[in-house]
C-alpha cells in the first residue's frame, strides 16, 4: 500500500479511498446482478495470458511477458487453467510428502486417522514413520 502510494505520489488514505470504492462498486455490481439474473452462476469467464515479450516474440514466461492477451472462449478457459494447476502441482514432485518415507505412511488423499495426527501435531502416534523422531524448527 506505501510503495503504491509512494510510486503514484498520492497519499494512503487517498489510495486506501480509492480501493474502498472499488470494493463497494464490485459489491454493489455482484448484488444487482444476483437480483436481476438469479439463479444464473458466474464462473471464470476469462483469463489474461502472457502474449509477447520485449522483443514482440511469443512467450509462455509471465515474468519475461510485455503484453498479455484475454483468453475468453470456454473450453480455451478451462484448459489454460487445468494446465497452469497441473504445472503447479508438478512442483511438489521431490518433496517430503512425494518421496518415502512420508510417502508410503500417507496416501495421496489421506483422511485418516494418521494424517489428522499430523495435522494436530501428534507425532508421537506417528512415530513409527521415521526411524527416529523428527525435528521440527
Known amino acids: 500500500m506505501k510503495k503504491l502510494a509512494a510510486a503514484t505520489g498520492k497519499s494512503k488514505e487517498t489510495t486506501e479511498a480509492k480501493e474502498t470504492t472499488v470494493r463497494r462498486s464490485e459489491q454493489l455490481f455482484t448484488t444487482l446482478q444476483q437480483h436481476f439474473h438469479p439463479g444464473s452462476h458466474s464462473g471464470i469467464l476469462h483469463v489474461q495470458v502472457p502474449d509477447k515479450d520485449e522483443a514482440g516474440e511469443k512467450t509462455n514466461n ?3 511477458a510485455k503484453t498479455w492477451r484475454d483468453e475468453t472462449e470456454p473450453q480455451r478457459v ?8 497441473i504445472e503447479d502441482f508438478s512442483q511438489a514432485k521431490g518433496t517430503p510428502f512425494t518421496i518415502s518415507p512420508l510417502l508410503d505412511a500417507f496416501e495421496f488423499t489421506d483422511t485418516t486417522a494418521q494424517a489428522e495426527n499430523l495435522l494436530d501435531r501428534e507425532f508421537s502416534r506417528i512415530s513409527k514413520i521415521w526411524t ?3 525435528k521440527l524448527h
Open 62 to 64: 509471465p515474468l519475461k
Open 78 to 85: 478451462e484448459d489454460i487453467i487445468l494446465n497452469r494447476n
Open 132 to 134: 527416529k523422531q523428527p
